[in-house]
């Protein structure tokens, strides 16, 4: 993976231009590259080497406690020993001043070693983020600051047993805790009470205290909740008190936990139901205004997204490169000659099998294409923070347009690279003596958490490509185009450039076609068809680009990327027509089946 | 999934026409019926209700024994009381008489319910049926006859640790057991060395014996094995030696069990490494004539492929129902109004979404079109064996033609309903406290075992359309064409009579077109997008034909079925040209890839 990050960050992304923004100034290539290296290295010799002891020793409550194995604990102190948790931070909160799509990439290589030791940290670095930019100074000094210096480690409390899409029916409450709510030093003081489901992190022993952002309805001036998403507030609810300077004040809050959840993947990491307020009400300090919670949320949902995104990415990195090795090992048949197979000669590596190639060309093309694009996304990250206004609100645009695709398509296909990574281990690949299946678990869980591919499909068909009467569409069309018309130059890639050309005209017809004359409930029945057919062509856009830049080098690693991107011209591209079709034609067939026909 | 079997065989295959036929003469609809019921209500009492608990308490070796859990032993015992380890067989083998196609839809029932039970009994029959037909008259009275009555269980021993899919280099040995080896009248003996993997149901202590069916290569005249498959014989092998009437000798044979797999599903079947002859030599029995083991092998091969493509679109149909059921009851959300939510409504059950509703009756589309397709390949076996000559050879030939379909579409698509089973369910899909997750891990294998999905695409493309100068192709494409026309006029089918008629001309173009100017090997490279654009061609007919047949009908069931085939003409059918596209092309960037470029 190293060499196309490498390639990817700084020949394809240019990262060096960001050295000149004045935030990044004490950045140079070789800082940039050093983290890369200490994280694969870390990576590499404290968490993969546990990544299936994690998977079979599942956490499980006995004593009161959260029993973790050992080597989680050890994996985690190193991580938080490296100061990667605040690595985008300004130096004085104690981070590195790294660019997003350095840390990105970094952490990389983490999340592909061991996704289930990794998402402690995830967990935690985006819960400080989202305080340091929402929180008051108090609450950054206690609660972002420990967390980033991981003394402390952090969750994300959105969805109920109740509600896990649906938003709205979020029914934990939170009312002012007596008459002087409002002048506690951590931020005004509410008391909670209620359930939330599906809590990573949400117990355990790996560090004194716990960071619980937890959505919560205020009620309104009738004491009931507020109908809809406008009532959601945040609040900070620490799993054991703290006084202002953040100390432990020795007792506990009223967060229990109510039962621990158990999983296909993902075993490594403790997933909890909590519940607030069993014994009158959970201490909360509220983020921001009342109402706005929801809002805080989104605002860091982007770089949760595309995390997740990575996630899975990095899961199909770890298949592909998994079956490569056994592909250039496992020695079984041999190749077909003119004249049938010949029995006496001597059996092959089954690399040399053009279906078993057919299935690492297939994984390549997802997993590194998928790279490329959570790295383009996050590259996208840092232009909206730092570049100038204009070149800033574009990088924004496009970024919320993409978003969903870097959730939602390494999610369904790195997943099936997985499929694919189990394939060409053929029967060994069905036992857990070898790491593909657990990648392939671990994988299954992307396209469910941060938003289903249902969701995303609504927010990119519904909401992303109407943004701005389309200008976020218009935008990416047009980068695109700038992808043809250099492609469309050079020597051999004409060809993909023209075909690329009409898949967008294609994509642009369904967009347009997919609102004529018919509901928005109507057009919206076939989101996910066309978050598919979208995905696929922001993929071979990226795989046409990497081509173009590659175009004047011939070794190997070259030759790999333009055999990825004729693979994904060949075989993939083509299936956009069958999904925008669907979306074009506005196909009913889904919504006017009846429930008493299944 | 009874109602739908039930309309399948009776409305759909006309089952009742068999029982013009001397061999079923016994039976009629009631008979039928009564072993589906039987086998209905048995599967639901001892099956179902363990499904999870083989899955957890997994095989384990103790005390020098296989242990499962008790509730595996009463299941199977309850099973081999139903006498449907015999079903097929005649009377005087103390079987039923009943026809393929009711046994394969009787015992899908056990399958559904559970996967890992049933193997056992599955492969009993497997291995019973071939003796039935190769055995000598010893071999079916001691070995077949007890395997048919329960009393022992078979297994198939084909894959080495180095030999999986390329049987050729199987290193099994058979040297004859002595001088006198042809005089034993259990039939030619043979002393046994060599490793068995991947050996389901290879050992456990269910019954009091295990009959082993064993490819070996007896050496040639220098001694060393005849290279290629010709070299390869079938014996029967006993795990405890018996006399001539299948009486325990009380001595063990020389098979011990080196290993017990452990799986990502399918795990309440053991799954064994074997030692063949570790003291000296396992005492063996040939069947039939030397060098004829493959032949024998494949000679239920057809009937094998079929069985795990049924076990595909069980596993397919139970994440089905328990996802229709989960959509029916699980509320959350509101639909999409013309002015937006409104979240002052109730919320609803989520089928009420269109996207759920998509992922139901894309599940829906998957299974139940996959158990039309093994259904109507059962009952081709049927008019294969019992039929007048020309159609029991047309009868042949189309179900050479459509076994490597029937083995790998379910593999392949009820995987992916699995899935959608998963997603329906949301968050709670991913946890193991409900059953789709296992479903789908369960479902994982099928692609993988009887013949990976990359053998069966070079089965297709490299022999069976091009057997006879390609006269299957053109069976299958006159018995489309039947369809079509009875579609094309019908009010509201012809436009998908011609849809399909384009798909079919589609594939004869690919067909012909993957040859020209081409390599074997080059033209097969393609063999896997090919049998997916094959598959789905089939599928699309099938469901057309289905659809013909309910065409006067308007209840709820006969809508379903409608909606089925209207979601796969649109959101599927289309696909087949992406697939198709690449091997009529004759693209060759897999085949091209060098191996160093991964």
């Not at 993909?496 to 928005?520: K, M, N, W």
Request: hydrophobic fraction near 45%; charged fraction near 20%.
């Amino acid at each position: 993976m190293r060499a196309t990050v490498d390639f990817l960050l700084n020949d394809w992304l240019v990262v060096e231009s960001l050295l000149d923004r004045e935030c990044f100034a004490e950045h140079s290539m070789e800082t940039f590259g050093s983290v890369l290296d200490m994280c694969e290295r870390l990576a590499a010799a404290e968490f993969a080497p546990h990544n299936r002891l994690v998977d079979t020793q599942e956490p499980h409550f006995a004593n009161g406690r959260v029993v973790l194995p050992r080597e989680t604990h050890v994996a985690v102190a190193r991580y938080v020993e490296s100061g990667m948790l605040a690595a985008t931070q300004e130096e004085a909160a104690g981070g590195m001043c790294l660019p997003f799509v350095i840390e990105m990439a970094a952490n990389a290589f983490f999340c592909k070693a061991s996704i289930g030791i990794s998402n402690y940290a995830t967990l935690t670095t985006a819960n400080a983020n989202l305080l340091m930019v929402h929180g008051t100074e108090a609450q950054k000094r206690v609660f972002a600051a420990n967390q980033l210096s991981g003394r402390w480690f952090g969750t994300m409390c959105i969805s109920e047993p109740q509600a896990g899409s649906s938003l709205s029916d979020i029914a934990t409450r939170a009312v002012p805790d007596g008459e002087e709510f409002m002048s506690d030093a951590l931020g005004p003081r509410y008391c909670l009470t209620g359930n939330k489901m599906w809590i990573s992190g949400g117990d355990h022993e790996l560090t004194e205290n716990i960071v619980h952002l937890v959505l919560a309805k205020i009620p309104g001036a009738d004491g009931k909740p507020v109908p809809g998403t406008r009532g959601i507030s945040l609040f900070i609810v620490p799993k054991k008190r703290v006084d202002a300077e953040g100390c432990l004040t020795g007792e506990s809050n009223d967060v229990s936990l109510a039962g621990l959840n158990h999983k296909l993947g993902h075993r490594g990491t403790t997933n909890c139901l909590l519940n607030f307020g069993e014994q009158g009400g959970a201490t909360g300090y509220r983020v921001g205004a009342p109402g706005e919670g929801l809002k805080y949320m989104f605002h860091m949902m982007n770089e949760a997204r595309i995390r997740v995104g990575m996630g899975a990415t990095v899961l199909g990195v770890a298949g592909y490169e998994a079956s490569v090795d056994y592909a250039r090992t496992r020695v079984q048949g041999r190749r077909a000659a003119a004249a049938g197979k010949d029995a006496t000669a001597l059996p092959v590596a089954i690399i040399e099998h053009a279906d078993v190639r057919r299935m690492l060309l297939a994984q390549k093309a997802y997993s590194e294409g998928s790279l490329a694009l959570q790295l383009y996304c996050a590259r996208l990250v840092d232009e909206q923070h730092t570049a100038s206004r204009r070149q800033a609100d574009e990088a924004g645009l496009l970024l919320e347009l993409l978003t969903p695709i870097a959730k939602s398509w390494p999610s369904e296909w790195c997943l099936e690279a997985n499929s694919l990574a189990i394939q060409v281990h053929g029967g060994y690949g069905y036992t857990r003596d070898f790491a593909v299946e657990q990648h392939w678990r671990d994988n299954r869980l992307n396209m469910i958490h941060e938003g289903t591919h249902g969701v995303q499909g609504i927010d990119l068909l519904g909401r992303k490509v109407h943004l701005d009467d389309g200008a976020a569409l218009r935008l990416l069309a047009a980068r695109i185009s700038e992808t043809v018309r250099h492609a469309a130059a050079l020597d051999g890639l004409s060809e993909y450039a023209s075909q690329l050309d009409l898949a967008v005209a294609a994509l642009e017809h369904a967009t347009h076609a997919s609102r004529v004359g018919v509901s928005a409930e109507e057009s919206l029945s076939n989101a996910v068809p066309y978050l598919q057919g979208f995905g696929h062509v922001v993929l071979a856009w990226l795989w046409l680009d990497i081509a173009t830049r590659l175009h004047v080098r011939t070794d190997a690693f070259a030759a790999g990327k333009q055999f990825a991107m004729r693979y994904f011209f060949a075989h993939e591209l083509p299936k956009v027509k069958a999904w925008l079709d669907v979306v074009a034609a506005r196909d009913m067939t889904t919504l006017l089946v009846p429930a008493d026909c299944f």
